[in-house]
């Protein structure tokens, strides 16, 4: 028999209650600034805060399974939505949108920038538990741990957008775009060929070392859809369709870190430290029309609280909702200093696993796939420290381990 709502425990009825009035308010205000457009952005940002949350899905976590010798189970998931982003969106961006929906692709340079940026971001999310995406999403949980990571990130954003003229002149090869250089249905092929055997990699892998291939699509009950949890193949195809769906309805791919480094500016001009206009960051063509916006005019920072709020609703809706706070030294250290590397790195590499990695791949854009490579050997490097942290060296999912 399927629980019905009174049925919760009294504390999460009320969370509850709470989840769905930020929810509702935060449709109103991204409508009354961005129209219906907001409301699309917002809507499907609460949909990947759910699908995060219910499918316990992380990027990090995944990597550390197979570093560590735990389990591909959710990397496998990984592949799952990267091979639908792929069919889905490289044919989107190509013909330049769909029913009269303009979509434009993130295509970026590959060069040292990228390398060092996605290596240290790698780092950083081995110590924090979480890549960009998991520290949103583990806040709605009730992670009081991410909420210092969220910190440390918009802090290590900061310093990155502030020491650009450091960095910016790297030595850089030019964006190579895979559907334009070698024809969309090539470029289509060839990587499905590259997941493909990624895909029979990774079981090889897990037989090698004796881990069981634990399945990706189960049978859940209907009430498991709102309540959770899912299985894991699920949360990739749900985050797959939804950041397809973010793409027609913003126009371009689904990102995270660009409104770290945003909020690190806000921040810097309302204490009086600085004035972030003279910031040369934000001079960039692509980047000068921001620091001037307000938040809910700003559809990143829109689905990045959106995404929050969606994971809360998520919680709360399957009554695990509790706020739990680092409770040692060593785990209030990494979540500072994996915080301020994934925000710094992030910003070098022009995004997260989300923004470069899946936005990336969803483009056609090879510097998606270089971002992966630079970043996994960071990841081995950021597990190799965990210990030193008093952290475990792997964990089954993101959220246990937020």
Not at 45 to 61: D, N, P, V
Not at 199 to 225: I, V, Y
Request: hydrophobic fraction near 55%; charge should be positive; proline fraction near 6%.
């Amino acid at each position: 028999m399927e629980r019905s709502l009174p049925q919760l425990p009294h504390p999460q009825r009320w969370a509850l209650l709470v989840a769905v009035a930020l929810g509702s308010a935060g449709a109103l205000a991204a409508g009354g600034v961005l129209g219906w457009r907001g409301v699309g952005v917002w809507v499907l940002a609460l949909g990947l805060g759910l699908a995060l949350s219910h499918g316990g899905f992380g990027f990090a976590a995944g990597y550390r399974g197979v570093l560590a010798g735990t389990s591909s189970r959710q990397v496998r998931a990984q592949v799952i939505a990267v091979a639908v982003v792929i069919l889905l969106g490289q044919p989107l961006v190509s013909a330049g949108g769909l029913g009269g929906l303009p979509v434009r692709g993130f295509e970026a340079e590959i060069g040292l920038e990228l390398v060092l940026g996605a290596f240290v971001f790698g780092i950083g999310m081995q110590l924090a538990n979480g890549c960009a995406s998991g520290t949103l999403y583990s806040i709605g949980d009730g992670s009081g741990r991410m909420v210092i990571v969220l910190a440390a990130m918009v802090a290590g954003a900061s310093i990155a957008a502030l020491s650009f003229p450091a960095w910016e002149g790297l030595p850089a090869l030019p964006a190579l775009s895979l559907p334009r250089s070698l024809g969309l249905l090539p470029a289509v092929l060839l990587q499905g060929a590259i997941l493909a055997g990624l895909w029979w990699g990774l079981n090889q892998l897990d037989r090698w070392r004796g881990t069981k291939a634990e399945p990706l699509f189960t049978p859940m009950p209907s009430s498991a859809w709102w309540r959770g949890p899912w299985p894991q193949g699920w949360s990739a195809l749900v985050l797959a369709l939804l950041a397809i769906l973010v793409m027609l309805v913003a126009g371009r791919p689904w990102n995270v870190t660009q409104a770290f480094a945003l909020w690190g500016g806000w921040g810097v001009e309302a204490s009086g430290l600085d004035d972030p206009y003279f910031w040369p960051y934000w001079d960039h063509p692509l980047r000068v029309e921001l620091l001037p916006r307000a938040f809910w005019a700003d559809i990143t920072s829109v689905m990045a609280l959106g995404v929050m709020a969606g994971a809360f609703l998520a919680a709360t809706s399957g009554g695990r909702w509790h706020l739990r706070w680092p409770t040692s030294f060593g785990g209030l250290a990494s979540a500072v200093l994996g915080g301020l590397l994934t925000g710094f790195g992030g910003i070098l590499a022009l995004g997260c696993n989300i923004g470069a990695f899946l936005a990336g791949v969803a483009s056609g854009s090879a510097h998606g796939w270089v971002w992966l490579l630079a970043a996994l050997p960071g990841c081995a490097v950021g597990l190799w420290l965990r210990p030193w942290f008093g952290l475990e060296p792997a964990r089954a999912t993101a959220r246990h381990s937020s």
